[in-house]
Structure formats: C-alpha cells, structure tokens
C-alpha cells in the first residue's frame, strides 16, 4: 500500500518538473526530447502548450508518443545545432553529473544533450544523490560482435551483466545490446565516463557528466529549479532534515 502511495507521488513530481520545463520552450525553437516516463509527460505538456516547436526525438517511445499527441518532429539529420534538450535521469549529483539510460536510449540522448544550446534536466527529488552510482548501474550500449570481449573488460572496472528482455539480450534502438555495470563507487564521474568509452565494443554509457545546465526538481510542494551546486546541496539539506513532508523553498 505504501509503495503504491509512493509510486503516485512521484509520479506527481516527475509530472510538476515536466510542466515547468515544458514553459522554456518558444515556437520556432529546435527541441530535443529524451525519454523515459518523465519525458512522456513532458510530451504531454508540450503537446497541450508548446505544439509549435520542432521537436527531435532520441528514443523510437518518444518519437511514436510526440507523433500521437501531434508534435512537429524533424531528424536530427536535417537540425544539427539545438535550441534546448530536455531529458530525465537515473542520478544526478550536486555537480549535475548524471547516470541515464535506464531506458538503453542514453546514446542518442547524449548527442542531442551535446549539440544543444542548453541541456534541462527533469527528475522527481528522489533521483537527486550525493555520489552517483549508488542505486543505478552505469548503462553501457556495446556492439553485438563484442559483447563477451567488452563484458570482459568491463569486469575489471565493476560488476557488469548483460541486460536481458524475455530471456534475450535486450536491443537498443540501434540494434546493440546493453551491459549494466555496478560500481562501489564512482569518484570522479568524467575519467570513468572517458575510461568506459575507450574500451573497444563500447557504443556509450550513461554516465553524462558536465552536459546538464540546469535541474527541474518535482516535489510535493511543486517544483524547484537547480542552476548550481549550493542550490542543490541547500535543496537535499532541507527535503533531508524536513523528512519526505516538507517541500523545499524555491532556489
Ligand atoms: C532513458 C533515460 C531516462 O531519462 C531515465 O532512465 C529516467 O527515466 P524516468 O523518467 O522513467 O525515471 O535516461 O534512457
């Protein structure tokens, strides 16, 4: 019963960060759009507010989702240079380095998170974490061909498993297969970004540090904007020594 009660609230504050962000979006922007269930409720709010912006999608659930609810979608082909991407993530800590990928679409997440302007990130409060790593594996997409061999290497760095859908290796929207990888802890979020993606067989992984710009946070009181450090480190403070009840003033 609890658990359901908590499943509602942050869907709650997954939805209020959504909606606030969805207000920085102007006609005639070039928008990139993340995914995951925070993302389609962005969608929903653009679709009601925004309709009028070019939207690029990175996953095919948020393509389908943006062309149902009537979003102008172009390619990333045609619109190299963005205006603003919103996305979600699995973690993001006070130097808004963050695990994503949660989904397996980090890898195209990450090229339209590089080629914006401005990366907005959306995330109820419960993804807001000191050191990363601590309750989502580090996602990393890898070529098929390479699996066994990168599974390999991988295990010299953490705990790596391949990740499975009805019994089969799960595959990407680019057509590769996934291993997430735990790690004890993760120090120095850049190198070990660096040090995964130079392994042969890596695609990307879902370590996405320096990218985010700016935190919408969904809480019970709303939502609170994150532009730098002390402002998150002030946020987890208060929603740490109120307890889950009290929300957070606005940063
Ligand atoms: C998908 C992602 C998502 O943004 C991340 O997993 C968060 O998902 P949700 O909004 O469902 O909690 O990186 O690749």
Redesign the pocket.
């Known amino acids: 019963m609890q658990l359901i009660l908590i499943c509602v609230e942050t869907e709650t504050w ?1 939805a209020a960060a959504a909606r606030e962000a969805a207000k920085l979006v102007r006609d005639g922007m070039v928008v990139g759009l ?7 409720k962005l969608i929903e709010a653009l679709a009601e507010l925004r309709p009028d912006a070019d939207y690029i999608a ?2 095919s659930s948020s393509e389908r989702l943006a062309k149902e609810l009537g979003l102008k979608l172009t390619s990333f082909e045609e619109h190299q240079r963005l205006d603003l991407t919103i ?4 973690e993001v800590d006070p130097n808004f380095d963050m695990i ?7 890898t195209r ?1 990450k090229i339209i998170a590089v080629a914006a302007r401005k990366m907005v990130v ?3 409060k419960t ?1 807001l974490v000191r050191k990363l790593g601590q309750r989502f594996p580090v ?1 990393v997409e890898v070529l098929p061909f390479a699996k066994d061999y990168t599974m390999k290497e991988l295990a010299a760095l953490g705990r790596p498993c391949l990740k499975l859908k009805d019994g089969d290796p799960m595959v990407t929207d680019n057509g590769n297969y996934l291993i997430e990888v735990w790690f004890k802890r993760i120090d120095n979020a850049a190198k070990l970004e660096e040090k995964i993606n130079r392994l042969p067989g890596v695609i990307d992984n ?1 370590i996405f540090a320096g990218l985010a710009d700016v935190v919408f946070v969904g809480h019970e009181n709303g939502c609170t904007v994150l532009r730098d450090k002390k402002g998150f480190l002030n946020f987890l403070k208060e929603t740490e020594f109120g307890g889950q009840k009290r929300g957070p003033k606005k940063a």
């Open positions: 997954k993340g995914s995951g269930s925070t993302v389609a990175a996953s996305d979600g993530a699995d994503k990928g949660h989904g397996g679409a980090h997440e959306i995330v109820d993804k996602p879902g």
